[in-house]
């Protein structure tokens, strides 16, 4: 069974970064894309970017384009979220998931088999 295990949360400062891994372990088979989402106390999980194994597309929400960037590591099985300019409200506990097969990485009911999340708090 595949598990994703993410790492590099932590405490930042306004205007900081910091950058996120993904993992990925007993992966047979592959999957089309890997994307990142974080959800907020008390608010809805948001995608945040998506990339695609093969061809390296990527989808990247309005709010963090420009100042997040979603490269991969293939023979790591790793992806990674590199996060820029950091905002308060950017503080949550982020998620990295799988879309199995192509449909659309900016598709977020795509995604499944969630990693434990890693916290990011930004401090003002």
């Known amino acids: 069974q595949v598990q994703l295990v993410e790492s590099g949360g932590g405490l930042v400062q306004a205007g900081g970064s910091l950058r996120l891994s993904c993992a990925a372990s007993g992966r047979t088979v592959s999957v089309y894309g890997t994307g990142w989402f974080r959800q907020a106390p008390g608010k809805e999980r948001e995608l945040v970017a998506g990339i695609s194994w093969s061809a390296g597309n990527t989808y990247y929400a309005d709010s963090v384009t420009g100042r997040f960037a979603i490269p991969k590591d293939n023979a790591k099985n790793t992806v990674y979220l590199q996060m820029n300019s950091l905002k308060p409200e950017e503080t949550a506990v982020y998620y990295c998931?799988?879309?199995?097969?192509?449909?659309?990485?900016?598709?977020?009911?795509?995604?499944?088999?969630w990693g434990q999340g890693t916290q990011v708090t930004v401090s003002s």
């Open positions: 998931a799988d879309q199995v097969e192509s449909c659309g990485l900016g598709y977020p009911e795509g995604y499944d088999n």
